[in-house]
């Protein structure tokens, strides 16, 4: 039999839950899907962090930063998936299969610009090393702070401001755009 002050707090967990996911759902989707470039496998990303995030509120912990913890949270996520990736199959080279950029619904849709420029600059974001391609695609795509970029990479947010700068530098580069202010 549940007491009342356990069902107020299910209550206030489901209600802090739904909150967080309307505000990031969208957000922690397009992060993925830049990263894997799968569709099915994005929303598999976004659904293991929100669940993961779930877990957390049930257990009690202390959430400081929600988009931050979310980030982290599908950052790992698209790591483990990367480690755990098998070469692509012959027959699928063979075949000329190749995975898009579907999106989920028309909400998403709405919220992303699909204009050539943009896919460009995405394609060359992506193109970007390692190290800089997380940091300036949150700055910018995300509109994130260094602090939160640090949180979520693990880093200072001097070192995110640092590799945001010099991603940008090579992002500049790669585009043509490295002699306007010259």
Same mark, same amino acid.
């Given at each position: 039999?549940? $007491?009342?002050?356990?069902?107020?707090?299910?209550?206030?967990?489901?209600? $802090?839950?739904?909150?967080?996911?309307?505000?990031?759902?969208?957000?922690?989707?397009?992060?993925?899907? $830049?990263?894997?470039?799968?569709?099915?496998?994005?929303?598999?990303?976004?659904?293991?962090?929100?669940?993961?995030?779930?877990?957390?509120? %049930?257990?009690?912990?202390?959430?400081?930063?929600?988009?931050?913890?979310?980030?982290?949270?599908?950052?790992? %996520?698209?790591?483990?998936?990367?480690?755990?990736?098998?070469?692509?199959? %012959?027959?699928?080279?063979?075949?000329?299969?190749?995975?898009?950029?579907? %999106?989920?619904?028309?909400? $998403?849709?709405?919220?992303?610009?699909?204009?050539?420029?943009?896919?460009?600059?995405?394609?060359?974001?992506?193109?970007?090393?390692?190290?800089?391609?997380?940091?300036?695609?949150?700055?910018?795509?995300?509109?994130?702070?260094?602090?939160?970029?640090?949180?979520?990479?693990?880093?200072?947010?001097?070192?995110?401001?640092?590799?945001?700068?010099?991603?940008?530098?090579?992002?500049?580069?790669?585009?043509?755009?490295?002699?306007?202010?010259?």
């Amino acid at each position: 039999m549940r $007491t009342y002050t356990s069902y107020h707090m299910e209550t206030n967990i489901t209600e $802090t839950f739904k909150k967080i996911y309307e505000e990031n759902s969208d957000i922690i989707f397009r992060f993925s899907l $830049t990263r894997v470039s799968n569709r099915e496998q994005a929303l598999d990303i976004t659904q293991e962090t929100f669940l993961r995030l779930w877990k957390s509120l %049930l257990e009690g912990k202390e959430v400081l930063n929600n988009k931050a913890f979310l980030f982290a949270i599908a950052h790992n %996520l698209i790591i483990d998936w990367y480690r755990k990736k098998k070469s692509i199959s %012959l027959d699928s080279m063979i075949d000329g299969e190749k995975d898009s950029y579907d %999106l989920p619904d028309g909400k $998403t849709a709405d919220n992303i610009e699909l204009k050539a420029e943009g896919r460009y600059l995405m394609d060359k974001i992506n193109e970007l090393a390692p190290i800089y391609k997380d940091p300036v695609y949150l700055r910018f795509i995300e509109d994130m702070s260094p602090q939160e970029i640090g949180n979520i990479l693990n880093i200072s947010a001097n070192a995110a401001g640092v590799r945001i700068n010099r991603g940008l530098e090579e992002l500049r580069k790669k585009t043509g755009y490295n002699n306007l202010n010259k």
